[in-house]
């Protein structure tokens, strides 16, 4: 009750120090534009710049201490730098004049026109296949100047427009070469990025080369916010805008995205999971009806028996770790089994049972799993919640806690069953050195070999999840693990047929199984 | 009812839960991701829970002066402290700026994570002493590891001639490749084929150990 107490104070002095002073807030800099986007454009035979920016996260919000923003422009990423406008808060876009194609002489206008590759040809789009939506895949063909011709195409960059006429906005590039792109947007409303589904959007595909106009350079904007205070303002880093002579290519348009309704792609998986099903209620049926099924030996499951009895014998606990798993991987679930069927024979033999856990969902489940089984061993009264007890979520200070507890206890037996991570070989190591007899089991490929030097027993891989059923002989049990043999066998068969199709010219089969798979979706209609 | 609601609700869940990784559909995506942010608000509650079970046994040591009873005082003097340090002194108990507070900081990045490092250190002592009890050469297989890991550790050797050199990158990546990738893929088929076998168990209430006692 006094414990209870002392935490409930703890607790009410933390809360009550919210009432303690608050903070000055530190407005003396308004934050930074972090995002610029520049594009060159040509309308009405004006070459300009399209300049976009996420306003400051104190425009509207934060401090709401921002003025305007002012724009600045420089020909080098260093400036010197000059104003070339000024738009109020909350304001995102500014459109820059860079020259009147009107103004060009003759003969330059003539060399630009020279210079200028061939456009892209053949644009076309489609909703994204398979996917939730919020996404359009696009296709083209490349340009003539494109490895060929005159040879200066670098790159394609991607425009999209919401509707005509408007002004496109920058999407993405793509090398030279490149034939597609996915313009994937965001489903949440408040992204920059947002892209609403059944919407009609148009795009266009810039080709780009590395020749400039006379006269003509790549040009850095900054952004720079200002405060109410003017004497304080910030600067965004340069952003660059490409001048260099490109082509545009027809607009393509209207095309919408949607979500789909069925993943197409994972037929294989779907199959096999229905297939799986059907076998494993088929030999649990069977298993029930008093068939009986042959499983085999798993010697580290085995030994557990063994080693509960050796730690009665010493009069020493016995050390379950569950591993830096969360409670819904299924390796801890798989875990929570075996700690019930140990704790059960724990509670039998009237031996010590510790169980530090790193996460605390773990430990509630885990306590509710020994209680249980102290429970059905009719040993109720031996159960108390300090067996299994909190320790922390660091991963190493959790290990310094159970290498701890193994030096200090000498616990007979460890018992390690679950996800392991790097921790695995420092506690099996001290484990070993502290002399108990080592039970592993983990399906943490990387840590398996760990667990097999420094342990006595290792459950490896799938091992872990059949030694609930192996424990408990319940005949439901054992028909989903000789469903797994089954599928196994099934795995195997699959795996030969397919290296025998494949060095025969034969990949059909291969193919099958690929996840995800694009024998289904194109059966199923994707459009390509 | 109290063991049935638990199982329905493991039904319902889990049912969805395979069904959404076939509907890519937004709706689809919403439902799972709202499901996901129950558990983190179990997780806060569990926490809760964790902390006052660390604080029990910590202070059951203290109060029945077990061995190595001062060692829980630095516990709960630890947990006390970066708590009041994280909210920074009260002043920021609604937002995470208190993480940047100087103490909190210091105790972190001074002490905490040396701390860790050290133990992390440990591993290299650990695995030399692990590699010495793995490789004795006690018996024709036990002989062949031994023979394995000297050809994969000694391509990096390089005060090997190019000719050995090239030969034992060769082996190397022949063992890395064929037998060591077919042994991987063959426990990762039977994890996997286990972990869809344990999923059916849960979803269908065959396993229930993890649901405690009535």
């Keep these: 009750m006094k414990l209870k107490l002392l935490f409930l104070s703890c607790l009410l002095l933390a809360f009550m120090s919210v009432a303690m002073a608050q903070e000055n807030q530190d407005d003396s800099l308004p934050a930074r534009i972090s995002k610029v986007n520049v594009h060159a454009e040509v309308v009405d035979s004006v ?57 060009l002489e003759d003969s330059i206008l003539a060399l630009s026109t020279e210079l200028a590759p061939s456009p892209i040809t053949n644009l076309r789009g489609h909703d994204k296949d398979n996917d939730h939506g919020h996404a359009i895949d696009l296709l083209w063909d490349i340009s003539a100047d494109d ?62 080369t590395f020749d400039y106009i006379p006269g003509t350079s790549d040009y850095y904007y900054v952004i720079r916010t200002v405060a109410n205070d003017t004497s304080k303002f910030q600067d965004s880093n340069p952003a660059l805008c490409n001048n260099s002579i490109f082509t545009d290519s027809e607009i393509f348009g209207p095309v919408q995205c949607y979500g789909q309704w069925f993943n197409t792609a994972r037929i294989p998986v779907l199959v096999f999971v229905i297939g799986f099903l059907l076998v494993t209620i088929y030999f649990i049926k069977k298993a029930r009806g008093g068939a009986k099924l042959f499983i085999r030996r798993l010697a580290g499951i085995e030994a557990v028996d063994e080693a509960i009895g050796r730690a009665t014998e010493m009069g020493k606990p016995i050390l379950y770790v569950m591993g830096l798993g969360v409670a819904s991987e299924i390796a801890t679930i798989a875990s929570f089994t075996i700690l019930g ?26 306590q509710e799993t020994v209680k249980a089984s102290y429970m059905d061993a009719n040993r109720p009264d031996a159960y108390t919640d300090d067996m299994v007890y909190f320790v922390t979520q660091s991963q190493f200070a959790y290990v310094a806690a159970v290498n701890g507890t193994m030096l200090r206890e000498l616990p007979a037996t460890n018992i390690y069953m679950g996800k392991f991570f790097a921790e695995s070989l420092i506690l099996a190591e001290t484990g070993a050195l502290a002399g108990s007899i080592q039970i592993a089991g983990t ?85 390509n | 009812m109290k063991r049935q609601l638990p199982l329905i609700l493991v039904f319902i869940f889990g049912v969805f839960m395979i069904f959404q990784y076939f509907v890519p559909h937004e709706s689809s995506e919403w439902v799972f991701e709202f499901l996901l942010d129950w558990v983190y608000i179990i997780g806060i509650f569990a926490l809760a829970l964790g902390i006052w079970s660390l604080v029990r046994v910590s202070w059951d040591k203290i109060h029945k002066r077990k061995e190595n009873w001062p060692y829980a005082i630095v516990t709960l003097f630890g947990l006390a402290a970066m708590i009041f340090f994280g909210f920074d002194y009260g002043r920021h108990f609604f937002s995470a700026e208190g993480l940047e507070n100087f103490m909190f900081r210091h105790f972190f990045d001074y002490i905490m994570i040396p701390i860790q490092a050290t133990m ?72 996997g084929l286990g972990i869809v076998a344990t999923a059916l168990k849960v979803i269908l209430g065959i396993e229930r150990n993890y649901l405690g006692k009535d």
């Design chain 1, 341 to 366: 069927r140990v704790a059960k024979k724990v509670a039998e033999y009237q031996t010590g049972l510790i169980v530090p856990c790193y996460d605390p969902i773990v430990m509630t489940i885990a």
């Design chain 1, 147 to 208: 490895g060929a011709g005159e040879d200066n195409v670098i790159a394609y960059t991607i425009f999209r427009a919401d509707s005509l006429p408007n002004t496109f906005f920058y999407r993405g590039v793509v090398i030279k070469g490149g034939t597609s792109f996915d313009d994937v947007g965001s489903k949440e409303h408040e992204s920059d990025s947002y892209m609403p589904d059944f919407y009609d959007y148009y795009y266009k595909v810039r080709a780009t």
């Design chain 2, 120 to 191: 992390f250190s440990l591993l290299a002592f650990f695995i030399a002493s692990a590699a010495y009890r793995a490789f004795r050469a006690r018996s024709l297989l036990a002989t062949l590891l031994l023979m394995a890991a000297l050809i994969v550790m000694l391509r990096f050797n390089p005060y090997l001639g190019s000719f050995v050199a090239e030969y034992m990158e060769k082996t190397a990546s022949w063992l890395l490749n064929v037998p060591n990738l077919a042994a991987k893929r063959g426990i990762i088929i039977g994890v």
């Design chain 1, 443 to 527: 399906d943490e490929i990387a840590q398996i070999p760990f667990f097999v030097v420094a342990c006595d027993y290792t459950l490896i891989g799938e091992e872990l999840y059949a030694a609930s059923a192996y424990l408990g002989r319940e005949p439901i049990l054992l028909g989903s693990l000789k469903a797994q043999d089954y599928a196994k066998a099934g795995v195997i068969i699959c795996a030969l047929l397919g290296f025998v199709t494949i060095n025969f010219g034969w990949d059909g089969l291969a193919q099958l199984f690929q996840v995800p798979n694009s024998f289904f979706a194109n059966l199923f209609g994707g459009p």
């Design chain 1, 47 to 103: 070459r300009i710049a399209q300049i976009h920016w996420r306003i400051s996260s104190d425009d509207g919000n934060g401090n709401d201490n921002i003025k305007e923003y002012v724009i600045l422009r420089g020909a080098g990423i260093k400036g010197p730098f000059e104003e070339r406008g000024r738009v109020p808060a909350g304001r995102d876009m500014f459109i820059d004049t860079l020259f009147r194609i009107n103004d």
